[in-house]
């Protein structure tokens, strides 16, 4: 089955500097990678996704990359922000219509942005 | 809109006793639904999923079980509760193989 490997597994940044997370994936018929943002005790809740037909994908802030063929990928956050503090939760899934849409988790990294 | 509700929010259940979970979603017909389980300080692991009334598939062997009696209810069981059955239980459920999961608010097991 899927395995997906997240790194670091926790990040302490100064206000206004950057974070990277990255995660590896081993099944290269993963074609589904969101992200997802988990504040203490609350569920997780996606900030961005990306498909395999594409390499990269922005939002305000957030930004995430895909390297197919080293079957990784990553996380940008810039301009931390101390309302960033959180886990963040990386996935790897296969999406279509044949697939019941399971999503393997990274283990997670705490991240937090001092003011 | 589709919104998914939990109940309880939080349980505290003494080791063997037997333990029920509710997941029900709204305004979306046939979802997928899905059981994970959160350790604490741990990412989220699959215990089952289901794709229709019914149909259950589980991911990790264990003394839980899931059932789903109607399309949009989902239901994780015990008969025996383990102390290592403590964590944070969440139900999420996918209306396309094309879009995101989204997460109930989720379940605080504690098992003395």
């Known amino acids: 089955g899927e395995n997906v490997e997240q790194h670091p597994s926790t990040l302490s940044v100064q206000e206004g500097d950057s974070a990277v997370i990255k995660c590896t994936y081993s099944?290269?018929?993963?074609?589904?990678f969101p992200w997802y943002k988990q504040e203490l005790g609350k569920r997780p809740q996606l900030i961005i996704d990306?498909?395999?037909?594409?390499g990269e994908k922005k939002d305000q802030r957030i930004a995430v990359t895909l390297n197919k063929t080293a079957k990784h990928f990553s996380l940008h956050i810039t301009e931390t922000q101390p309302e960033d503090s959180a886990v963040y939760f990386c996935?790897?899934?296969?999406?279509?219509?044949?697939?019941?849409?399971?999503?393997?988790f990274g283990d997670g990294t705490t991240l937090t942005v001092k003011p | 809109s589709q919104t998914i509700h939990q109940w309880p929010a939080t349980l505290v259940q003494p080791v063997g006793s037997p333990l029920s979970l509710e997941c029900t979603v709204e305004?979306?017909?046939?979802?997928?639904l899905y059981w994970y389980r959160q350790a604490a300080g741990r990412g989220l692991q699959l215990l089952f999923y289901?794709?229709?009334?019914?149909?259950i598939s589980s991911e990790v062997p264990q003394n839980l079980s899931a059932s789903r009696p109607q399309d949009r209810q989902f239901i994780l069981s015990s008969k025996k509760l383990l102390l290592s059955d403590s964590g944070f239980y969440l139900c999420?459920?996918?209306?396309?193989?094309?879009?995101?999961?989204?997460f109930g608010p989720g379940t605080r097991l504690t098992v003395l």
């Open positions: 999420a459920w996918m209306g396309s193989p094309y879009n995101e999961q989204f």
């Open positions: 099944d290269s018929a993963s074609n589904y």
């Open positions: 990306i498909r395999s037909n594409v």
């Open positions: 996935a790897a899934s296969i999406r279509d219509y044949t697939n019941a849409g399971k999503s393997t």
């Open positions: 305004g979306t017909s046939n979802p997928n």
């Open positions: 289901s794709v229709g009334i019914g149909q």
